[in-house]
């Protein structure tokens, strides 16, 4: 059995819980919050430009729909089998994105970060490492980023490799070989070409608790295996075999998979969150990852009503925030070797409560 250490509190995208996420403001303060690292989100330019947004279509988390003169930008793609309107990173060139400014993805929920919409600029990823190690500094730790790769595939298909471009920007960089550096993807077909492509850090693959990997749905169609499959017992020891080629160090599934269905509910009437029986409301996933040798991470924590679990809302607002340390205390408790939080501070303070 692994020992169990105190799980790292990653940034997701910053610290967009106060900051629009993705920005410089946004993670400089989530390492002033305590976190141990943070996660871009990384897609391309038409230059192949790696830049951080949330996804290749960009009109909910900048001001392009308002510019006139990227109107004509403006176009229906399909992304993964799914249809998308909008505005493209693809579609553009670094020196035109660096001239939009970034803006809240949840305004409705995140009104106080809102507040900051059209302040700061987009970012590239060499921007951001440069970050990472102004604030390692400062902190006199090893502060890390957990990259993840997104739409690898269909960037693949219209000539922007996106592992490749990767590997050359870390290693430009001085990062390809810093132990800080972790790399994700929903896709593990990328996870696979990044170390061919000489990165030999970890590499954890996401999974959600349903649908199929875009790479699979390329390559096999309608034959291709789910998600589901890779959270067998059989799936997660496959992931993490030794001899595999393409085996992968982690996984990273969301707070649904970590709780126990049903038994969650249970967690509400303890006076203490400590006092919480954390056995008793998750699952075995955890521990079935642990045995099949591959790290744990966890996705999302976040404390407003509309984006926590069901048993963990209070009345009130959508905005309003919901029995978060609870929630927290259990996610935290429950084994996993890190969590990504909109709010690190809030995930920290937990943390180290106990």
Not at 2 to 18: C, D, E, F, K
Not at 137 to 145: I, K
Not at 277 to 297: N, R
Not at 323 to 340: E, P, Q, T
Request: glycine share 8%; net charge negative.
């Amino acid at each position: 059995m692994r020992a169990r250490t105190a799980p790292l509190v990653i940034g997701h995208r910053g610290a967009p819980g106060y900051r629009p996420e993705h920005t410089a403001a946004s993670y400089e303060l989530a390492f002033a919050l305590g976190a141990d690292a943070v996660e871009p989100d990384i897609v391309a330019t038409k230059d192949g430009v790696l830049v951080l947004r949330h996804e290749n279509e960009i009109s909910g988390t900048t001001d392009v729909a308002t510019r006139a003169e990227f109107a004509g930008r403006r176009t229906t793609k399909e992304i993964d089998g799914t249809p998308l309107t909008g505005w493209f990173t693809e579609d553009f060139t670094w020196e035109e994105l660096a001239t939009l400014r970034a803006k809240e993805r949840l305004p409705a929920i995140r009104q106080a970060s809102s507040t900051f919409d059209g302040r700061y600029p987009v970012l590239r990823l060499r921007d951001l490492l440069e970050i990472v190690d102004t604030a390692s500094d400062d902190a006199a730790r090893r502060l890390g980023v957990v990259a993840e790769i997104k739409h690898a595939t269909y960037f693949d298909s219209i000539g922007l490799p996106l592992a490749e471009l990767f590997a050359a920007e870390v290693a430009e960089a001085g990062w390809i070989d810093n132990p800080g550096l972790v790399v994700e993807s929903f896709e593990k077909t990328v996870l696979g070409q990044v170390r061919r492509q000489g990165f030999r850090g970890t590499r954890v693959y996401l999974l959600e608790d349903s649908g199929v990997p875009a790479d699979r749905a390329a390559a096999q169609g309608s034959a291709a295996a789910g998600y589901a499959d890779d959270l067998t017992a059989r799936g997660l020891y496959a992931l993490g075999a030794a001899a595999a080629p393409d085996r992968v160090d982690g996984i990273s599934v969301e707070v649904s998979q970590v709780l126990a269905s049903g038994s969650v509910a249970v967690s509400l009437f303890e006076d203490d969150p400590s006092d919480i029986d954390v056995g008793a409301v998750t699952s075995d996933l955890v521990d079935t990852a642990h045995s099949a040798g591959l790290g744990v991470y966890c996705w999302t924590l976040r404390p407003e009503n509309t984006l926590m679990p069901e048993e963990f809302r209070r009345q009130g607002r959508d905005d309003q925030w919901g029995d978060w340390r609870r929630l927290f205390s259990i996610l935290l408790h429950s084994g996993v070797d890190g969590v990504f939080a909109d709010h690190p501070d809030l995930a920290v303070a937990v943390r180290d409560e106990h």
